[in-house]
C-alpha cells in the first residue's frame, strides 16, 4: 500500500486549494522514510509557497482503492495546517500550471471536488469552524494501469 500526505492550510475561515481548471484538490506527497509525516508537509508548504507553517493535527485519513491498477491501494494522511505568520487575504501562488485558490465553505458547493469523499468532509468542518477527525474509502472501478 502506498502511504501519501496531504497538509490542508487553513486560515480566516477558508482553505487554501489547488484549482486545476475548476477541479479542486490538494497536494498529496509521498512519504519517506528519512522524515516524519509533519516534517514533509512542512517543507512543502516552504518550498512550493514559501509559507511557515505548524502542523495542527490529523483530520482525514482516506484510503483510495483503484481497481486494475498495479498498486491499487493507497493512504492518504490530511493535517490541518495554520500559517506561523499573517497572511494576506490576496495572497495568491501560481506555479507551473498550478493555480491556487482560497476557499470558504459557501465556495465549496459550487466546485468539483477530489477525491469527492474530502468534499463532505471540508463542507461540514468549513461550516462548523470545527475540523474533526474522518476517515473515509473512495473506490474507483474505471481506473486502468
Given at each position: ?20 481548471d ?16 509533519e ?23 482516506i ?83
Amino acid at each position: 500500500m502506498e502511504i501519501r500526505v496531504g497538509g490542508i492550510l487553513y486560515h480566516n475561515h477558508k482553505i487554501l486549494m489547488i484549482d486545476r481548471d475548476g477541479t479542486l484538490t490538494f497536494s498529496d506527497l509521498p512519504t519517506s522514510e528519512q522524515e516524519t509525516l509533519e516534517a514533509c508537509i512542512r517543507k512543502f508548504f516552504m518550498e512550493n509557497l514559501g509559507i511557515e507553517v505548524s502542523v495542527e493535527k490529523l483530520i482525514y485519513m482516506i484510503q483510495f482503492v483503484r481497481k486494475g491498477e498495479k498498486k491499487p491501494y493507497k493512504l492518504t494522511y490530511f493535517f490541518l495546517v495554520k500559517p506561523n505568520s499573517n497572511i494576506k487575504e490576496d495572497f495568491v501562488v501560481n506555479l507551473k500550471k498550478v493555480n491556487f485558490k482560497w476557499v470558504g465553505a459557501e465556495d465549496l458547493e459550487r466546485f468539483k471536488v477530489v477525491p469527492k469523499v474530502l468534499k463532505h468532509f471540508l463542507s461540514e468542518d468549513l461550516k462548523s469552524d470545527e475540523f474533526k477527525m474522518r476517515i473515509g474509502v473512495e473506490i474507483d472501478n474505471n481506473s486502468k494501469s
